[in-house]
Antibody, heavy 119, light 108 residues
């Protein structure tokens, strides 16, 4: 059974870059679409972007080109970088995966990691 | 963006009740709709995809229906474990993919 584990700093200063890693175990990065999704405290879910294992990416326009998703297949890891953060970027960040070669719904989720943007 | 609107925002019900949550899309989404359940402090769990296909392992008391722009999630007989927040997600477009604002299902 695939498992996803997010990791990264829990506190980021305003205007700096938020950097998170999602480590995939029990399965391969290959042939799947991998997404980052976030949830501000007490609020709903927002899809941020996806990466296909080939390296192609797509992002939510609401991020205004601040996000970059990349992959390190040798480590079975995905990364999310979000620059110029503000308090509005405070959220639990999840990585998620759908079914084999399917871009759509999210079958597997990490447990999420809370990132607080504050000075 | 395709806007997803859920109703109601909060629903109070008792164990054994039949409940229905509605999700409306701002444009047709070709039945590319999923439903998730999220409990406090936990990860969302996929319940239904393609509007009506039950994810493996999900109890059969959950069902999804609808087409075009209006979709429903029905729980036929509420169990204590079902009290949670439910979200719909459209994946017809990833420009961007969008979620509903959530429906909190509370114990009456």
């Amino acid at each position: 059974q695939v498992q996803l584990q997010e990791s990264g700093p829990g506190l980021v200063k305003p205007s700096e870059t938020l950097s998170l890693t999602c480590t995939v175990s029990g399965g391969s990065i290959g042939n799947y679409y991998w997404s980052w999704i976030r949830q501000p405290p007490g609020k709903g879910l927002e899809w941020l972007g996806f990466l296909y294992y080939t390296g192609s990416t797509k992002y939510n326009p609401s991020l205004k080109s601040r996000a970059t998703i990349s992959v390190d297949t040798s480590k079975n890891q995905l990364s999310l970088n979000l620059n110029s953060v503000t308090a509005a970027d405070t959220a639990v960040y999840y990585c998620a995966r759908g079914k084999y070669q399917v871009l759509g719904y999210f079958q597997h989720w990490g447990q999420g990691t809370l990132v607080t943007v504050s000075s | 963006d395709i806007q997803m609107t859920q109703s109601p925002s909060t629903l109070s019900a008792a164990v054994g009740d039949r409940v229905t949550i509605t999700c409306r899309a701002s444009q047709r989404i070709n039945d590319l709709l999923a439903w998730y359940q999220q409990k406090p402090g936990k990860t969302p769990k996929l319940l239904i995809y393609e509007a009506s296909t039950l994810e493996s392992g999900v109890p059969s008391r959950f069902s999804g229906s609808g087409s075009g722009t209006e979709f429903t999630l029905t729980i036929s007989s509420l169990q204590p474990d079902d009290f949670a927040t439910y979200y719909c997600q459209q994946y017809n477009s990833f420009s961007p993919s969008t979620f509903g604002q959530g429906t909190k299902l509370e114990i009456k």
